[in-house]
T-cell receptor, first 109, second 114 residues
Framework: GNSVTQMEGPVTLSEEAFLTINCTYTATGYPSLFWYVQYPGEGLQLLLKATKADDKGSNKGFEATYRKETTSFHLEKGSVQVSDSAVYFCALDTDKLIFGTGTRLQVFP | DTAVSQTPKYLVTQMGNDKSIKCEQNLGHDTMYWYKQDSKKFLKIMFSYNNKELIINETVPNRFSPKSPDKAHLNLHINSLELGDSAVYFC?????????????FGQGTRLTVV
């Protein structure tokens, strides 16, 4: 069946550090891929998405590229801020959204 | 002007009780969902409705029954609550059920069964 695997957290970084959160997927067909973010006490919000191979999604300095050959959609940001501290979920969508287990990011000043 | 609103935000109840969580979206979306997030933050779809019709029903106990009176509302009723039902329940909506459509989430209902 379809599934998403994310790196386990927490990921702890200092402000302005480079961020990578790995995400790989297993799917039949051609899923759309997403990154959602959950700030403390809130629901999930879409961060970025890509709907076909080689597409790059980007938002708020975050980027992820849909790599069909490696079935990956790794999230990157060049310089994280304290306000980026949250839980990040990778997800795929064929007929329903399937989420990874989430990766907690903690950024310290 | 909350896009997807759930009530209540917190719910503490005893085992064996019956409770409901309400969800409303004002985005004009056709599709609505219920997700369960456990204590480890794992998020799993429970149900999906498209234009008031059930389209996804994951392996959820029969004690959980969704009701969609119109396409802007999707309520979740839970009978005979058990300790294992404690979780955060999220309602969400999307413009359609097609792949690639963004889902908008409510703030969640934290259910604690004691």
């Amino acid at each position: 069946g379809n599934s998403v695997t994310q790196m386990e957290g927490p990921v702890t970084l200092s402000e302005e550090a480079f961020l990578t959160i790995n995400c790989t997927y297993t799917a039949t067909g051609y899923p759309s891929l997403f990154w959602y973010v959950q700030y403390p006490g809130e629901g999930l919000q879409l961060l970025l998405k890509a709907t076909k191979a080689d597409d790059k999604g980007s938002n708020k300095g975050f980027e992820a590229t849909y790599r069909k050959e490696t079935t990956s959609f790794h999230l990157e940001k060049g310089s994280v801020q304290v306000s980026d501290s949250a839980v990040y979920f990778c997800a795929l969508d064929t007929d329903k959204l399937i989420f990874g287990t989430g990766t907690r990011l903690q950024v310290f000043p | 002007d909350t896009a997807v609103s759930q009530t209540p935000k917190y719910l503490v109840t005893q085992m064996g009780n019956d409770k409901s969580i309400k969800c409303e979206q004002n985005l004009g979306h056709d599709t609505m969902y219920w997700y369960k997030q456990d204590s480890k933050k794992f998020l799993k779809i429970m149900f999906s409705y498209n234009n008031k019709e059930l389209i996804i029903n994951e392996t959820v106990p029969n004690r959980f029954s969704p009701k969609s009176p119109d396409k802007a509302h999707l309520n979740l009723h839970i009978n005979s609550l058990e300790l294992g039902d404690s979780a955060v329940y999220f309602c969400a909506s999307s413009q359609s059920s097609y792949s690639g459509t963004e889902a908008f989430f409510g703030q969640g209902t934290r259910l604690t069964v004691v």
